[in-house]
C-alpha cells in the first residue's frame, strides 16, 4: 500500500515534515486526502511526485521545476512528455554552446601563441550571429554597448558583421552569460583573454561550466521513473 502518514512520505522521499506540507501547499504534489480521524493520507503517487520534484529542481531549479511538475501531473501525456523532452533538449544544446566556447577559446589561445587572429573565414550579420548563438540581435547590440563583443561597421547603414575574432568571443560571452555570470565579470574575463593567466582561468570557468550541465542531465535522468510514474495523475 506503500507509505501515507506524512511523516511516513516525508521519509521515503527525503524531505522533512515540514518541507512535505509547504510542497503540497505550492502545488508540487497533488492535494493530501483525509482519513478518517482528519489527518492526511498520502499514496505512493505523492512520494513519486516529491522524487520527481527533487530531480527536476536540480536540472531547472526550484521555481521552473514547480511548473514543470504541474504540467506533468495534469496535462495529456503528449503535451507532459514533450516539456520534458524540451528540458532535454535545452540542456543538450547549452552543453553545445559550451563545447563551441571551448573551441573559440582555444581558437584564441592559439592567436595568442601566434601574434594575432587567423586570417581567412566568413563573417556572419548581427541576425545570422543572433541565431547562432540562441539570443537576440538587441543581446548583441548590448554586449556591444557593454564593450564585450566588437563587431565590424560596413556600409552607410552601419550594419554590423562579425569577423572570426568577434564570433570566437560571441562565443565565450553567451556560454559565460548562461552560466550566470555577470556583465562585469565577464568584461572582466573577456578582457583577461590576452594574457596566458586569464585562458586558462576561463578554460577552467568552461569546465566547471560543463560540469555543472553534466550534474543536472544527470538529476533529470534520475527523475526520469518518478516523472512517468505522476504523467497524468
Do not use: K
Request: charged share 25%.
Amino acid at each position: 500500500m506503500g507509505p501515507s502518514r506524512t511523516v511516513d512520505v516525508a521519509r521515503e522521499s527525503g524531505y522533512s515534515v515540514q518541507q512535505v506540507r509547504d510542497l503540497e501547499r505550492l502545488g508540487v504534489i497533488p492535494p493530501a486526502g483525509r482519513a478518517a480521524n482528519g489527518y492526511r493520507s498520502y499514496t505512493p503517487v505523492h512520494v513519486r511526485a516529491l522524487r520527481a520534484y527533487r530531480g527536476l529542481a536540480g536540472a531547472v531549479g526550484p521555481v521552473e521545476a514547480r511548473v514543470l511538475l504541474a504540467r506533468v501531473r495534469t496535462e495529456p501525456l503528449v503535451e507532459a512528455a514533450a516539456a520534458i523532452s524540451a528540458v532535454h533538449v535545452r540542456l543538450t544544446r547549452e552543453r553545445e554552446e559550451v563545447l563551441r566556447a571551448q573551441e573559440a577559446l582555444r581558437a584564441i589561445r592559439g592567436e595568442a601563441a601566434d601574434g594575432g587572429p587567423e586570417g581567412g573565414g566568413d563573417a556572419m550579420t548581427i541576425t545570422e550571429l543572433a541565431g547562432a548563438l540562441g539570443v537576440r540581435p538587441s543581446t548583441l547590440r548590448f554586449w556591444e554597448q557593454e564593450g564585450l563583443v566588437a563587431p565590424e561597421r560596413v556600409t552607410s547603414l552601419r550594419a554590423r558583421r562579425y569577423g572570426v575574432a568577434a564570433i570566437r568571443a560571441a562565443r565565450v560571452v553567451a556560454a559565460l552569460r548562461a552560466g550566470g555570470y555577470g556583465i562585469p565579470a565577464v568584461r572582466e574575463i573577456m578582457a583577461s583573454l590576452d594574457r596566458l593567466d586569464g585562458l586558462e582561468a576561463t578554460g577552467r570557468v568552461l569546465r566547471e561550466r560543463l560540469d555543472r550541465i553534466a550534474d543536472r542531465t544527470v538529476a533529470l535522468l534520475v527523475a526520469g521513473a518518478d516523472l512517468a510514474a505522476v504523467c497524468g495523475t
